[in-house]
């Protein structure tokens, strides 16, 4: 049974850092794009970057323009898990963080063409 399991979320203050982690269960995570949304309260999900399925050696990664640089996403192989690091975070960071698969070559789509998901973590950037 393919799962994905997010973890390493939390409560931090505004500046700081969190790394999530994505770990799949049930496939193998480099042959499926990953991709990284959230959902704030109240607000639509927003897809915040991917990564596509391993071809030839080379990981393409997509971002949403609004995280400046701020969000890296990134795979290991060895663990199945696909990561998530964000920097100076900021209190409109604060919502559910989701990790999900889709089987297709490009993975910077709606998250609506994605077809597995995890059941979320929580980050809340507050002083």
């Known amino acids: 049974q393919l799962q994905l399991v997010e973890s390493g979320g939390g409560l931090v203050q505004p500046g700081g850092s969190l790394r999530l982690s994505c770990a799949a269960s049930g496939f193998t995570l480099d042959a499926y794009g990953i991709g990284w949304f959230r959902q704030a309260p109240g607000k639509e999900r927003e897809k915040l970057t991917c990564?596509?399925?391993?071809?030839?050696?080379?990981?393409?990664?997509y971002y949403a323009d609004s995280l400046k640089g701020r969000f890296t996403i990134s795979r290991d192989n060895a663990k199945n898990t696909v990561y998530l690091q964000m920097n100076s975070l900021k209190p409109d960071d604060t919502a559910v963080y989701y990790c999900?698969?889709?089987?297709?070559?490009?993975?910077?789509?709606?998250?609506?063409?994605?077809?597995?998901w995890g059941q979320g973590t929580q980050v809340t950037v507050t002083s």
């Open positions: 999900a698969a889709i089987n297709a070559q490009d993975c910077y789509v709606h998250p609506s063409a994605y077809s597995y």
């Open positions: 990564i596509r399925r391993r071809v030839g050696v080379t990981d393409f990664t």
